[in-house]
């Protein structure tokens, strides 16, 4: 009977042991969303220069030389950081668009929807449009879901092109500054400082100077 408890208990004790394990395990994958999330949490409240691992160590639960078992330096960090933004709005841009039809919505949609992205995040896109893309960029994380983003409006263009919507001679990447550009600075001199903006009008208008000089 003795021998019979012994058995129990030891079984006991490995459920409990792996138990433990599993649980730590589980922890330690999370770890790296939990660094994210923090440091979202203050690039929002403070923006990029209230952002040390220092305060995100605190703010996470961690030691310092954690964040450094994930994460290679601080830039790295930070592209990460974008990158977890940019993806889902990404999909669902990607998504939504497939509901517009004609070239003019299409371009509305993209430019409305780039502008509420500013105004829901305006750390996160700061941090991109002033840090990230300066920096190491090529190649990066910031770097790849840009070019898919840019691939959306590309897509469009080369689409209305065989369709003959839009002239055989645009110049994309030009248009794409123009495009992308005009909205950027408008959201650095109103969004970003926190000043009104109608974005559904500025879209509106925006467009409908780009769309005069493209269409066939």
Not at 44 to 53: H, K, T, V
Not at 117 to 137: C, D, N, S
Not at 196 to 209: A, L
Request: aromatic share 10%.
């Amino acid at each position: 009977m003795g021998r019979s408890v012994k058995n129990q208990l030891s079984e006991s004790n490995i459920k409990a042991i792996s138990s433990h394990q599993n649980a730590w395990k589980r922890r330690k994958s999370s770890r790296p969303k939990e660094i994210i999330e923090a440091s979202k949490r203050i690039l929002e409240e403070g923006g990029i220069n209230d952002l040390s691992m220092v305060k995100i160590s605190k703010a996470a639960g961690i030691s310092e030389a954690t964040i450094y078992k994930y994460f290679d330096n601080k830039q790295d960090l930070l592209n990460q950081i974008v990158n977890e933004w940019f993806e889902p709005f990404i999909e669902k841009t990607e998504k939504d668009i497939q509901e517009v039809t004609d070239l003019y919505s299409r371009l509305l949609f993209l430019a409305i929807r780039y502008l509420e992205g500013m105004k829901a995040t305006p750390k996160i896109h700061k941090l991109f449009i002033k840090e990230l893309r300066w920096e190491k960029y090529k190649d990066s994380e910031a770097h790849i879901v840009k070019k898919r983003y840019s691939k959306i409006l590309k897509n469009i263009i080369e689409n209305s092109i065989e369709i003959g919507e839009v002239k055989e001679s645009l110049n994309f990447p030009v248009f794409e500054s123009q495009f992308y550009g005009g909205l950027e600075h408008l959201s650095l001199r109103t969004i970003m400082i926190n000043r009104t903006i109608n974005i559904g009008k500025y879209s509106s208008d925006h467009v409908d100077i780009l769309y005069a000089g493209i269409k066939k």
